[in-house]
């Protein structure tokens, strides 16, 4: 099977979707984690018969984990990369969210690594419990990164940061990001941020070339086109 996390995804994250009670006032309280789903290089080889039925395992264990009001966020990447997918997850800490991503039948068998970044500092009210959850919207999802020049011990750096967050609360102000946030500055990995756009990617770089952070060289964006269910978060653009 070529790409995991795909177009049959695509088709069981509807009713993923559709089987799932999660009002908002029956969450627990709970930080937001970003789970990275990638593709190893080493992932195993499957006949088909075994891809579907782990697939199908997978597809259950995201079920689960909405009915648990675990996870509040999943979708595929379209693109052709080793990331595969995203959950979003709301947990107390973020070994939490680790256990809670490995508990996935198909990172137990090797055919996707989760990597968690967190706590994601997101607004709550950006997610949303579908009122007629059919069908799929796409977006484009942003990773923002640390490039050369990040140094939080610069005297503009704080400035620049607090610019940047008044830029993308201005876009989701204006309609073009659905949700958006940083991760906290004292994790030594790249990810700084992430950003759900709800237009296209050519118009979403268009967009980010203008944030104070990336005109300054210290976040650099990675563009990915990804989908979700109808209804999570605002609408995005509807599936070709």
């Known amino acids: 099977m070529r790409r995991w996390f795909g177009r049959q995804t695509m088709l069981l994250l509807i009713v993923a979707y559709g089987g799932t009670a999660l009002a908002q006032s029956d969450r627990s309280t709970g930080k937001y984690f970003l789970v990275l789903l990638r593709r190893p290089s080493s992932s195993p080889q499957l006949s088909k018969e075994n891809a579907d039925r782990l697939q199908e395992e997978h597809m259950e264990n995201i079920r689960k984990m909405y009915a648990e009001h675990k996870?509040?966020?999943?979708?595929?990447?379209?693109?052709?990369?080793?990331?595969?997918?995203?959950?979003?997850?709301?947990?107390?800490?973020?070994?939490?969210?680790?256990?809670?991503?490995?508990?996935?039948?198909?990172?137990?068998?090797?055919?996707?690594?989760?990597?968690?970044?967190?706590?994601?500092?997101?607004?709550?009210?950006?997610?949303?419990?579908?009122?007629?959850?059919?069908?799929?919207?796409?977006?484009?999802?942003?990773l923002l990164k640390s490039v050369d020049r990040w140094n939080p011990?610069?005297?503009?750096?704080?400035?620049?940061?607090?610019?940047?967050?008044?830029?993308?609360?201005?876009?989701?102000?204006?309609?073009?990001?659905?949700?958006?946030?940083?991760f906290p500055f004292d994790d030594a990995n790249s990810l700084r941020g992430a950003a759900i756009f709800r237009v296209g990617e050519q118009q979403a770089d268009k967009i980010l070339g203008q944030d104070p952070t990336v005109k300054a060289g210290l976040l650099k964006p990675e563009i990915h086109p990804w989908i979700t269910g109808k209804g999570v978060l605002a609408p995005g653009m509807p599936m070709q």
């Not at 947990?91 to 939490?96: G, P, S, T, W």
């Not at 970044?117 to 999802?141: C, S, V």
């Not at 011990?153 to 940083?182: E, W």
């Open 71 to 142: 996870l509040v966020i999943a979708g595929p990447f379209i693109d052709d990369t080793s990331l595969r997918g995203i959950f979003v997850l709301r947990a107390d800490a973020i070994a939490q969210a680790q256990e809670w991503a490995n508990s996935d039948p198909a990172i137990k068998a090797g055919r996707l690594a989760a990597e968690i970044r967190g706590p994601w500092l997101i607004e709550t009210a950006a997610i949303h419990q579908p009122a007629n959850p059919e069908g799929m919207d796409k977006y484009t999802f942003v």
């Open 153 to 182: 011990g610069s005297p503009t750096f704080m400035t620049l940061m607090n610019g940047h967050s008044a830029f993308l609360k201005k876009m989701t102000d204006d309609g073009s990001v659905a949700v958006a946030g940083d």
